[in-house]
């Protein structure tokens, strides 16, 4: 497993979230509080942990991606992609089912061997004894092409 990114202090959240006045939100701020803080901050909601996971995978934090995947879906180890170069998150949907279930659509774009993916996804979380976790997701389009 490849050792964790961290970001620079102060750098743009990975996740692209933007603050009430429009502008985007340090990684300390915004994904990072949970990221960092598995134990003390967990997400606040569906899409909360949704882009955390995302920033995740930017930032290589596999112990974190395990950690909010829930157990009935886990993997028990996790190998992330090491020469990755991930573009930008678009959360086109959040949507509570119920008080412990939610529904999450985006779409995550990334390089990997030259070759653009964009993959398109509708992911389902529950909460669980005040925490949020990932269940599964269907892969709605996930498209790869040159340049």
């Given at each position: 497993?490849?050792?964790?990114?961290?970001?620079?202090?102060?750098?743009?959240?990975?996740?692209?979230?933007?603050?009430?006045?429009?502008?985007?939100?340090?990684?300390?701020?915004?994904?990072?509080?949970?990221?960092?803080?598995?134990?003390?901050?967990?997400?606040?909601?569906?899409?909360?942990?949704?882009?955390?996971?995302?920033?995740?995978?930017?930032?290589?934090?596999?112990a974190y991606l395990?950690?909010?995947?829930?157990?009935?879906?886990?993997?028990?180890?996790?190998?992330?992609?090491?020469?990755?170069?991930?573009?930008?998150?678009?959360?086109?949907?959040?949507?509570?089912?119920?008080?412990?279930?939610?529904?999450?659509?985006?779409?995550a774009r990334y390089?990997?061997?030259?070759?653009?993916?964009?993959?398109?996804?509708?992911?389902?979380?529950?909460?669980?004894?005040?925490?949020?976790?990932?269940?599964?997701?269907?892969?709605?389009?996930?498209?790869?092409?040159?340049?």
């Amino acid at each position: 497993m490849k050792p964790a990114r961290h970001p620079p202090t102060g750098a743009a959240c990975p996740c692209g979230r933007l603050s009430p006045r429009g502008q985007v939100l340090a990684y300390e701020a915004c994904c990072g509080r949970y990221i960092e803080h598995l134990d003390r901050q967990p997400a606040p909601d569906a899409e909360a942990l949704m882009r955390s996971r995302y920033s995740a995978f930017v930032r290589a934090q596999a112990a974190y991606l395990l950690a909010t995947w829930h157990s009935s879906q886990r993997p028990t180890t996790l190998e992330l992609e090491p020469n990755a170069r991930w573009l930008g998150l678009q959360v086109r949907q959040h949507h509570t089912t119920d008080a412990e279930h939610a529904e999450v659509e985006f779409v995550a774009r990334y390089r990997v061997a030259g070759r653009a993916v964009r993959q398109h996804e509708r992911s389902r979380f529950v909460r669980e004894e005040g925490r949020w976790y990932y269940v599964d997701g269907d892969v709605m389009d996930k498209t790869e092409g040159d340049g």
